[in-house]
């Protein structure tokens, strides 16, 4: 099944969506230049035969394989215990940003698996490994700024410390989405923390450039930017 899902993508590649990806990826060499459309009929596909079989011999030699197996781990029925055994393999596989999004945004299951997948995610925010903790913040920000956890994940995010630009901007983002959801406790955050100049400007300029916050917050926001 390998050598039959490699050869499909090699099909698919397209040069200049190879040129416009390799972009917005910078360091990553192995693009075959496959628009998502097409990865996402091709992972609709797999998870609807023998994904098992895929799941146990995928490769990762070009980026579309490992984005391609990230979707299939989003989309196989089966129970929360075993797809978090599939996300504990693949989570090392993830190297740039849009596999990690990606993955996240796949892994709907969490929604309705909450304090089972919060748990499982406490060690990646503790990681030294860059892509760990944005994978972990970005679940955070997908599935967990609710009543229950927006405490808990303020405080983690002021805990983190790493200079990796991908958790920084990660952080950024999230904390921009928790002021819209939840723009006290945000506010209180933001003036009462321990973030980098960095990650707290950048927070500042994601919170303005969201379309639901309104111009006079906008002002604000903007005086609190740091020197």
């Known amino acids: 099944m390998q050598t039959e899902v490699k ?14 990806t390799s972009q917005l990826l910078p360091g990553t060499d ?7 459309p097409q990865l996402r009929k091709l992972a609709r596909e797999i998870a609807g035969g023998n994904w ?17 197996k990230g979707m299939v781990i989003g989309l196989v029925k089966t129970d929360a215990e075993e797809r978090l055994r599939f996300i ?17 945004a796949g892994l709907k299951f969490a929604a309705k698996n909450k304090e089972l997948v919060w748990s499982f995610l406490q060690p990646y925010f503790r990681s030294d490994r860059e892509f760990d903790i944005r994978f972990a913040v ?5 599935y967990f700024i609710d009543e ?25 983002w999230a904390l921009s989405v928790c002021f819209v959801k939840f723009p006290e406790k945000t506010m209180a ?21 969201s379309n639901r916050i309104d111009s006079d917050t906008k002002t604000l926001i903007r005086s609190m930017k740091r020197k």
């Open 148 to 172: 229950e956890h927006i405490d808990e994940f303020l405080s983690i995010i002021d805990n983190i410390r790493h200079d990796g630009y991908y958790v920084k901007m990660a952080a950024a």
């Open 138 to 142: 970005v679940m955070g920000m997908d």
């Open 88 to 104: 504990r393999d693949f989570i090392p596989r993830i190297s740039n940003w849009s596999v990690c999004d990606s993955f996240c």
């Open 52 to 68: 098992q079989e895929y799941i146990n011999t995928a490769d990762d030699e070009y980026f579309e394989e490992v984005m391609l």
């Open 7 to 20: 050869e499909k993508l090699r099909s698919l590649a397209d040069e200049k969506y190879r040129t416009f």
């Open 30 to 36: 192995n693009i075959l230049g496959v628009r998502l």
């Open 189 to 209: 955050y933001l003036k009462n923390n321990s973030m980098d100049d960095f990650t707290y400007n950048k927070a500042l300029q994601k919170i303005i450039e």
